[in-house]
Every structure is written in structure tokens, then in C-alpha cells.
């Protein structure tokens, strides 16, 4: 038995018309001989009535009363009625199909109610099914506790269920199926020579994600690449032979060399200077520890030492520092640019190509660090627009990708 992951987020699902075209991609599967687990998120985005964040709002969202495990509760409803919701539409054009939540599904995780740990996955229920059934659909960003309770595993979970459900049952591959065509270069609303990448690997994909590319959920990525599982990035509303992007190792993703792979963005952080004179920055590092502040793109030298926060929890951090009365410069409404492929270690030039492309547009760079795969530089906000694009004719206008 050869087993496909297909994942349908909430736009794939919003609609009957978004739904049927989804549908097509589970009939093209099961005709090639797959059995079909589906994963669906809840339907359509914010504002739609069984989106989370709609299911949220119906409780006073941030200021709801409601403890961890009842807003786990309420939130984990939105996929189950997607579940269900899709599994009629299945059977009524002749599938053999069932519907399964989270925890029915097997998937059992921590107490860490909002943002959960899955543990293990029970497939016994799933492969069960699959001998009477040809298609499985599984609600996505939910499992049961040890308590045996409902928990959601935070933003982009159904992306991580479908990478998890798809190492567990040993799949052919998992598509994760969205409203572009696959991975590209740059952001195409900001870069419009920005193009579509066929192949990419783990490494480079998890980076982008993790640095503002919105396509797939980077502890998906990092699920996929422990089990060597290939993933696909594809769109919903693509024909059937319209594959997107191909997600695998770096040897078997990368079949021409190319240095750079593409370029991510982050926006709306804030930038902290404080010097080395008077404050020691293992003593302000712990401060904003102590209160729950996850500092990013940090930088110590010996006489200051730079992090980064977004914009919400740098409110925290300003009234934090001045009850201390530790002076800081602050910088706000920057933006992080990350510059990810993984052909950056070992080849020179790459620094001075970037420094040349920002100051050809008289942009000045606030900030910069790099790792063996991705070299991120920090430009106020107002000049992301210009920094992407002389970026990417930089290093990516001009090759196939």
C-alpha cells in the first residue's frame, strides 16, 4: 500500500469552488493508485466564521478569560468542521472516505496547550481505515494531551501535522497544497522579477520560512528532513501535472550549482543599541529572559552589544530598560532581509556584492550577521521595497532556477 499526504490550508478550503478543485488533486492521486491521507485546515482566513482567529474573536480573542486548554477547545472546532466538511463532498462524488480529528488520527502530544508538542503518532486508526477507505481526511493543527484533552499546535500546525502524519505513515511524499505555485526567489508582491524555484533543499526552504516566507511552515520543513521525506510546495488551483516545488536533500534538490536561492523579508522590528560601558549584556540578556522576551539577529561587540524584537514585544522591552534605567538606542520600524541559498559558505564576494547592491542605492545598512547558508542585513523599513529588488538583480536576476 503506497500512501500520499495531500494538505489543504484554509484557502483550498474556503468555498465549494476551492474545495472541488482540491478535490481534483485527491482523485488524481487515488487514481494513480494511492491511498490518500488529507489533512485541511480550518475554512478561509480571518474573517471567514470558522477561521481561528473568527473563533478566537468570539470570546474576547487576546482578552478572552478562557484558560490555554478551553481556548484549545474552541480554536481545534475550526478543522473539525473542515474535516467534515470536505469528507461530504468527498462521498457525495462516489469516494470511499472517512473523517478523523486530531486525536481519532493518533497524534498525542504534551500539555503544552496553544503551541503543543506532538509526541507520537497512533496510526493504527488511519491504516485501519485505509482498508476499506481510499481517502483519510485528518483535521490538521490538533492532538490530544496526556490529560486527554484538545490541543492546537500553534500557527502553521497543520502544515507540521501533514509532515509528521506523513513520516508516521512511511508516505510516498506530502504535498502541501496553498494559493501560489511553490517556492519563489523573493516575494513576487514586492519583487516582480522574482521567479519560481523547481528545486530546493531543507536547509534553504526551513531558512526562508523561518525568515518571513509565508508558504510553509518551517517546523514542517525541519519534520520532513529528519525522515528524508520529500515534500511539495504546490497550489490548489494548478492542474493535476503542475508539481511546484520540490522540497529534498541538498544533493538530490540542487542539480545545477547556484550560490544564492532566494531572498526572505521580516518587517516591523525594532533595533537596541546599548553600550558595553555601562551594562554588561549578560546581565540585560537575562533581564529580557526573566520576562519572557526572545531576543533575534544579535550582535556583541566590545563596545555595544545589538539585538532585535518585533514591534509588540518591543513596547515591553522599552518600559523594561527605562524601570532599569538602562539607556538604549532604539530604532524602530526596520526591516530584517535574509539572503538564503546554500551554495553562500565558501564563496567569497558575497558580502561585498550585497554591501555594493544596498550602497548603489544609497541604503544604509543598520546591521548585519550571517550563518554557513543565509547572511541577513538590517535597512529601515521605508527602504525594504528598493533593498529586495537591487538584491535579487544582484544575485538572482539573471540564472535558472
Not at 353 to 363: D, E, S, Y
Amino acid at each position: 500500500m503506497e500512501i500520499m499526504v495531500q494538505k489543504f490550508g484554509g484557502t483550498s478550503v474556503q468555498d465549494d469552488q476551492a474545495r472541488k478543485k482540491a478535490m481534483t488533486h485527491v482523485k488524481y492521486a487515488v487514481s494513480k493508485g494511492y491511498k490518500v491521507a488529507v489533512v485541511v485546515s480550518a475554512i478561509g482566513r480571518k474573517g471567514a466564521p470558522y477561521a481561528t482567529d473568527s473563533l478566537l474573536n468570539l470570546v474576547g480573542s487576546n482578552n478572552s478569560l478562557l484558560s490555554a486548554r478551553e481556548l484549545d477547545m474552541l480554536v481545534s472546532v475550526g478543522e473539525i468542521i473542515s474535516a467534515a466538511v470536505f469528507t461530504e463532498m468527498l462521498k457525495e462524488n462516489g469516494f470511499s472516505a472517512t473523517a478523523l480529528t486530531g486525536p481519532d488520527a493518533g497524534f498525542r502530544t504534551n500539555n503544552e496547550y496553544q503551541n503543543a508538542k506532538v509526541l507520537d503518532i497512533k496510526t493504527d486508526e488511519i491504516l485501519k481505515c485505509f482498508k476499506s477507505q481510499d481517502v483519510v481526511v485528518v483535521a490538521g493543527f490538533q492532538g490530544l494531551s496526556r490529560e486527554g484533552h484538545y490541543t492546537t499546535l500553534g500557527r502553521g500546525g497543520s502544515d507540521t501535522s501533514a509532515a509528521l502524519l506523513g513520516a508516521a505513515l512511511s508516505a510516498k511524499r506530502v504535498d502541501i497544497f496553498t494559493d501560489v505555485s511553490g517556492m519563489m526567489t523573493a516575494d513576487p508582491r514586492l519583487v516582480k522579477k522574482a521567479k519560481f524555484l523547481k528545486n530546493v533543499s531543507y536547509e534553504e526552504v526551513a531558512n526562508m520560512a523561518h525568515e518571513g516566507a509565508k508558504v510553509i511552515h518551517p517546523r514542517a520543513v525541519e519534520v520532513a528532513q529528519q525522515a528524508h521525506l520529500p515534500l511539495r510546495i504546490r497550489s490548489t488551483w494548478d492542474g493535476v501535472d503542475e508539481l511546484g516545488t520540490l522540497v529534498s536533500d541538498r544533493d538530490l534538490s540542487i542539480r545545477h550549482y547556484r550560490t544564492v536561492t532566494g531572498i526572505a523579508h521580516q518587517v516591523g522590528l525594532t533595533q537596541f543599541s546599548v553600550t558595553t560601558e555601562k551594562y554588561d549584556p549578560q546581565t540585560i540578556f537575562k533581564l529580557l529572559a526573566d520576562n519572557h522576551l526572545s531576543i533575534d539577529f544579535i550582535n556583541i561587540l566590545p563596545e555595544k552589544f545589538v539585538f532585535n524584537l518585533d514591534a509588540k514585544e518591543s513596547q515591553k522591552a522599552k518600559k523594561l530598560l527605562q524601570e532599569k534605567q538602562v539607556a538604549a538606542e532604539i530604532i524602530e520600524n526596520c526591516a530584517k532581509v535574509s539572503i538564503v541559498g546554500a551554495g553562500i559558505m565558501g564563496t567569497p564576494g558575497i558580502t561585498a556584492q550585497i554591501v555594493a547592491a544596498l550602497n548603489g542605492k544609497n541604503i544604509k545598512i543598520l546591521q548585519t550577521t550571517d550563518s554557513y547558508t543565509t547572511i541577513w542585513v538590517l535597512v529601515k523599513q521605508s527602504d525594504l521595497p528598493v533593498a529586495v529588488n537591487a538584491l535579487h538583480d544582484a544575485f538572482l536576476s539573471d540564472r535558472q532556477c
